[in-house]
């Protein structure tokens, strides 16, 4: 069964740091560049950053960029993403997600998607 599974969600105050993690199972994420959305409560799902295949290009969504770095491990099959300096707008359910092709800010290029985990910062 072919799966993408985040964790590392959780509540954190304004200013604080979480790093969320993209496990895959059932298939290796070496061929596959890895987005992650985010999508806020009445808001449409809005890409946040991607990371091709070798790990050697990487994009960011305006506002989280100098706050979120995105990584990956193929040796673990698993994506990062570090986010600091965080602020309530943050506050989202995130998915990661895997393209066997390129970097795409469109959702629908995804082929997987993992079920989401929740972000959320107040104080």
């Known amino acids: 069964q072919l799966q993408l599974v985040e964790s590392g969600g959780g509540l954190v105050q304004p200013g604080g740091s979480l790093r969320l993690s993209c496990a895959a199972s059932g298939f290796t994420l070496d061929y596959y560049a890895i987005g992650w959305f985010r999508q806020a409560p009445g808001k449409e799902r809005e890409g946040v950053s991607c990371?091709?295949?070798?790990?050697?290009?990487?994009n960011y969504a305006d506002s989280v960029k100098g706050r979120f770095t995105i990584s990956r491990d193929n040796a673990k099959n698993t994506v990062y993403l570090q986010m600091n300096s965080l602020k309530p707008e943050d506050t989202a359910i995130y998915y990661c997600?895997?393209?066997?092709?390129?970097?795409?800010?469109?959702?629908?290029?995804?082929?997987?998607w993992g079920q989401g985990t929740q972000v959320t910062v107040s104080s």
């Open positions: 997600a895997a393209f066997r092709r390129y970097c795409s800010g469109r959702a629908r290029d995804y082929d997987y």
């Open positions: 990371i091709r295949t070798s790990g050697s290009s990487t």
